[in-house]
């Protein structure tokens, strides 16, 4: 295969793994590449996140800790973070997005065990990962307004913007100490079911979570119930949130940090979607931003948003909002 990376061969060589047979994968909105390696009777997966542009130390890191603390990480068999190679176990191709497709009854169950995965997450001490501050919360939220606006032709209010999210998000931030670790992309695309029952119970486990940070135990909540890139319905999404804080009782504040941290997530994922396509040239995520600003327009419809509503109906043209995100080009 003349597109194969260089070093992928040498690499896996000295991992034990000569002669593999390589079968490439589709990756991610990254540039890390993906390839299922088989010899004989034993697969496994390789990833490779090519410096400078990635990073594979983090994911050694969080994967190390995730599995120490009850948490079904894939193992992992070789890696040479140097050069971006990491050989880890091989988790199939049961993607909970993907079998829900095909087996929608399981919809309870799985998103049950996910939701319970979270609760003995965050019954654990954070781990040694940095902090999901303010900093990170408006650098994120502000894709809105370095892509998003400018795509669609509008001028807005950015000193207005951050003075918003300062005032709905401060009190979280104040809230959220000593913190949980925070996975960041918990959702429907990034749980693996390694045992899937007929109703959708079963083990599961976790990929692409190298971007762990220390921070609310809303936020990965977030991620799996707004799942930009699944429908997951209203009705859905309250049972779960009660079946978490009925297992957590994470305080009388917890939903309304889960509408701020919504509605800063899906903010930043808008801006990530259109940033993917009008730089990288991936269309294919505008479609979803309907999805997420429909989440979003719920979010900030919560009296704990009341000042980054106030920008939206000063800064979003109405009909731009009635159509969730308007067409970007």
């Not at 931030?173 to 045992?195: C, F, K, W």
């Not at 800063?264 to 600003?293: C, E, H």
Request: proline share 7%; hydrophobic share 40%; charged share 30%.
């Amino acid at each position: 295969m003349s597109d194969l990376p260089d070093g992928l061969h040498d690499f896996l060589h000295r991992a034990g793994w000569g002669d593999a047979a390589i079968d490439p994968i589709p990756g991610d909105a990254s540039f890390r590449r993906y390839f299922r390696v088989g010899k004989g009777d034993r697969k496994a997966m390789l990833m490779h996140a090519p410096p400078p542009e990635e990073d594979s130390q983090p994911f050694l890191d969080v994967a190390e800790w995730l599995a120490d603390h009850g948490q079904r990480a894939p193992a992992i068999h070789a890696a040479d973070s140097a050069a971006g190679w990491v050989l880890l176990e091989d988790f199939g191709d049961a993607r909970m997005r993907d079998w829900l497709d095909g087996n929608p009854g399981g919809e309870e169950a799985s998103y049950a065990e996910a939701i319970d995965a979270q609760v003995r997450l965050h019954r654990e001490p954070a781990g040694p990962f940095d902090a999901y501050d303010m900093d990170v919360y408006q650098r994120e939220a502000g894709l809105l307004t370095e892509w998003y606006c400018p795509a669609m032709g509008l001028s807005v209010d950015e000193d207005g913007y951050r003075a918003a999210w300062d005032e709905a998000l401060g009190p979280l931030v104040d809230r959220q100490q000593p913190g949980v670790t925070v996975l960041r992309d918990y959702h429907a695309e990034n749980i693996m079911l390694l045992s899937p029952r007929a109703d959708g119970s079963g083990e599961q486990g976790l990929i692409d979570f190298q971007d762990a940070l220390v921070g609310h135990p809303a936020y990965d909540l977030v991620s799996l119930l707004q799942d930009a890139r699944r429908d997951v319905s209203p009705e859905l999404e309250r049972r779960m949130l009660d079946r978490y804080i009925a297992a957590a009782d994470p305080g009388p504040e917890f939903e309304a940090d889960y509408a701020r941290l919504g509605a800063q997530r899906n903010a930043k994922i808008v801006g990530i979607f259109t940033r993917l396509a009008r730089r990288d040239g991936k269309q294919r995520y505008l479609s979803m931003i309907p999805r997420v600003w429909e989440a979003m327009e719920r979010d900030l419809r919560h009296p704990a948003l009341a000042p980054v509503e106030a920008w939206f109906a000063a800064n979003i043209p109405q009909e731009i909002r009635d159509t969730f995100g308007g067409e970007i080009q």
